[in-house]
């Protein structure tokens, strides 16, 4: 299949080596040219450290370059394209005028996908465009992360729809169909809700980032990821779940759009590894050895779990044959 990919960023790169590893072939562009020419190192660095870890698929660093082609216009990158991803600034105005330009310029017959996190881009698509639009939203890094949302537009027939997770199935990856679109699908929901517990941890002085991250790590996190959360209910015992709901013990946060904790962080330059310091202080490491070394350890820990097998999966009828069922829109 050969895949268009417009934004170089942070996802788009990524996205570029998914679909490289996947065997298809990929044109990439930017609006913004450096970004465009970083992103060949930035994917044979990840490549790379998938290849030492024996999770390339079998992509060299030569297949790379043949298979993700970089192209200075959005003509030139969507000529021929089966499936056509959008992956820019987070911006209704931006979104709507990039479709309406791909509109002019993509083949009839093309996939228009967007990889937006919360936005409910199908009103700003082209009405003809409807009936081959969806919304393929992809977690960092991509390349490991398997989960894929994905939500049709509401003239979008669920054979589309179903066809392209078939194709992201055979690629490894997890696709998760959503009924209808939804602001965060599900797994940002769910840690919206969680950032939100943790701003309000910091702001109000009871807890650390690190002491946060230590109850996450080894109190959360360690049953989580073999039982996700429902089988974890079903494992404590759902009258436990009944009395926590009566007895009311917690009141969520009222989200105010702000934290004191973040925007004391921000003020210092303090924005993440990029910049070497953030919640954080990395010892001014490099960020793309920080960044190997996170994909290596999740590597790691995804062999493990194939090893081992999520709880869920012993329960009779959720089987992912039958959880694809559940999941149609």
């Known amino acids: 299949m050969n895949i268009a990919i417009i934004g170089a960023g942070l996802m788009g790169h990524a996205l570029a080596l998914v679909f490289a590893i996947g065997g298809h072939r990929v044109r990439l562009t930017d609006s913004n040219p450096e970004a465009l020419a970083r992103a060949p190192g930035l994917m044979e660095k990840a490549r790379a450290t998938l290849e030492a870890e024996s999770e390339a698929g079998g992509l060299s660093a030569e297949g790379l370059r043949q298979n993700v082609t970089l192209h200075a216009t959005l003509a030139e990158t969507v000529a021929d394209a089966a499936l056509v991803i959008e992956a820019i600034i987070e911006k209704p105005e931006p979104k709507r005028a990039l479709f309406a330009e791909l509109d002019a310029l993509m083949p009839a017959e093309a996939l228009l996908a967007s990889n937006t996190s919360y936005l409910d881009v199908f009103p700003l698509m082209p009405p003809a465009r409807l009936k081959r639009a969806l919304i393929m939203h992809w977690y960092t890094p991509p390349y490991l992360v398997d989960l894929v949302d994905l939500v049709g537009s509401p ?175």
């Open 155 to 329: 003239d979008c027939p669920e054979a589309v729809v179903e066809e392209l997770a078939a194709e992201l199935r055979r690629m490894g990856k997890v696709p998760l169909v959503m009924r209808r679109f939804l602001p965060g699908y599900i797994a940002n929901r769910l840690q919206s809700a969680l950032s939100l517990e943790c701003y309000r941890l910091m702001d109000e002085g009871y807890a650390t980032p690190q002491e946060i991250d230590e109850a996450i790590i080894h109190g959360l996190g360690l049953r989580l990821l073999l039982l996700g959360q429902m089988a974890k209910g079903d494992f404590t015992g759902l009258p436990l779940s009944a009395h926590a709901l009566a007895n009311r013990m917690y009141a969520p946060p009222e989200p105010q759009g702000r934290s004191t904790t973040l925007d004391a962080a921000l003020e210092q330059g303090r924005t993440g590894v990029m910049a070497g310091r953030g919640f954080y202080d990395w010892g001014g490491a490099d960020p793309a050895t920080l960044m190997a070394e996170r994909d290596r350890r999740l590597i790691a820990l995804k062999r493990a779990l194939r090893q081992i097998g999520p709880m869920a999966g012993l329960a009779a009828g959720t089987t992912p044959d039958n959880r694809q069922d559940e999941t149609k829109r």
